[in-house]
């Protein structure tokens, strides 16, 4: 298996060069199609002082739209040139005018999709909605951190997070691409069973072997939580072993899912400092 046909959520300038610094280089390695996504929001129609739509308003702000978008594509055209890639870009409106709510159909046809993270000190237009996109498309998402050095799209150290859900078990076989190509990939444990013989998926034993028969280099790692939480022994374990990608199962918002393990898709969504490879 390999990626294709890569999507890469483009909502500003902001995260526009830091989304294909990464998406380029893996659809060269891959020869995939890059498609690149952007919406603007559809202007809002403000009525004037005698009850009418304001008409200067809205062609105000729809030239403004057209303004970025056409900057947006100007930009990502100028990148392609030249690279011998397959690519299109895709304008879309929406009310919203979020870039990822708007890709989740082109998203949904992909084989991976690649997104910046939300970076919170930018303005809310700025960053795409990452959140749709793992729980609504149905894809691989390839989050790129809003912070900290470009990345080429190439790995090295893998850390899969596994604790031996459908998600985790998703997120794995998703990755399997990179996995392959890095020298290494940890599989993490956190809180493993106490019996490793009856309870072997949960530890991260068959996982390993079954990654191991494709040819992936792998380790099998576990840690006791001792009342730490999932997110910040994460974090230290990237940290510790030089890490960059994380490879995780995307939870859903459910009560049960937060309570068992999803905080860590927020820490994702908003902080990790690493590139992280989500599923669902």
């Not at 390999?2 to 380029?24: G, H, M, N, P, Y």
């Not at 020869?31 to 603007?40: K, M, T």
């Not at 809310?124 to 894809?139: K, M, P, Q």
């Not at 899912?257 to 669902?280: D, E, K, N």
Request: aromatic share 6%; with cysteine.
């Amino acid at each position: 298996m390999s990626f294709k046909t890569i999507v890469a959520i483009i909502q500003s300038k902001d995260d526009a060069e830091r989304v294909l610094d990464c998406a380029l280089p893996l659809a060269a390695r891959y020869d995939s199609h890059l498609i690149g996504v952007h919406a603007e929001a559809l202007p809002v129609a403000y009525t004037s002082a005698v009850g009418f739509p304001d008409t200067e308003f809205l062609q105000t702000t729809a030239e403004l739209n057209k303004e970025r978008a056409d900057a947006l594509q100007a930009m990502f055209r100028g990148r392609l040139r030249g690279a011998g890639l397959s690519f299109e870009w895709r304008s879309l409106e929406s009310f919203s005018g979020d870039s990822a709510h708007s890709g989740i159909s082109s998203a949904r046809c992909a084989d991976l999709v690649i997104a910046a993270q939300r970076n919170p000190h930018a303005e809310s237009t700025a960053t795409a909605d990452v959140d749709a996109l793992l729980f609504e498309s149905g894809r691989p998402v390839l989050i790129v951190p809003h912070a900290g050095p470009a990345h080429d799209g190439s790995f090295r150290r893998v850390l899969l997070a596994w604790n031996g859900s459908r998600e985790a078990a998703r997120a794995a076989f998703d990755a399997l691409p990179l996995m392959l190509e890095a020298e290494h990939t940890e599989v993490f444990v956190i809180d493993p069973p106490e019996d490793v013989e009856q309870d072997a998926e949960a530890s991260g034993a068959e996982i390993a072997t079954a990654l191991s028969r494709h040819g992936v280099n792998v380790s099998v790692v576990a840690e006791s939580s001792r009342g730490r939480s999932v997110d910040h022994i994460l974090q230290a374990r990237i940290a510790g072993t030089d890490t960059d990608l994380l490879v995780l199962g995307a939870y859903s918002h459910s009560w049960l899912r937060q309570l068992l393990f999803g905080g860590i898709t927020r820490t994702v969504l908003q902080s990790m400092p690493v590139a992280t490879f989500m599923s669902r």
